[in-house]
């Protein structure tokens, strides 16, 4: 079992920058893969990005390429979603998420979540 934690959300400026972090519990955390996803009020849960257990693999959906940044620590059971040059349409509560593989997490699938944080993006 892996229970998850996010933090770091919050209200910020279009153009600012905010830092996701995700916490979690239970020894295997380099097992697995994180992925972050974002849900908009009225829309879908969409993928945002991922990172393998070692970190030296991510991936991120389009529309976040350049300007978010997956990392993680295993040391510290932690996952980082740094979000610069942030848009009012990034306005969402975000999740992570984990699971043995990465390509799982990109279609959406995940055995775990956590409870997600808001994050307000104002213009």
């Known amino acids: 079992q892996v229970q998850l934690g996010e933090s770091g959300g919050g209200l910020v400026q279009a153009g600012g920058s905010l830092r996701l972090s995700c916490a979690a519990s239970?020894?295997?955390?380099?097992?697995?893969?994180m992925g972050w996803f974002r849900q908009a009020p009225g829309k879908e849960r969409e993928f945002v990005g991922g990172i393998t257990g070692s970190g030296l693999t991510t991936s991120y959906a389009d529309s976040v390429k350049g300007r978010f940044t997956i990392s993680r620590d295993n040391a510290k059971n932690t996952v980082y979603l740094q979000m610069n040059s942030l848009k009012t349409e990034d306005t969402a509560v975000y999740y992570c998420?984990?699971?043995?593989?990465?390509?799982?997490?990109?279609?959406?699938?995940?055995?775990?979540w956590g409870q997600g944080t808001q994050v307000t993006v104002s213009s």
């Open positions: 239970g020894r295997t955390f380099s097992m697995y893969a």
């Open positions: 998420a984990a699971d043995p593989g990465l390509s799982r997490l990109a279609t959406g699938r995940g055995d775990y």
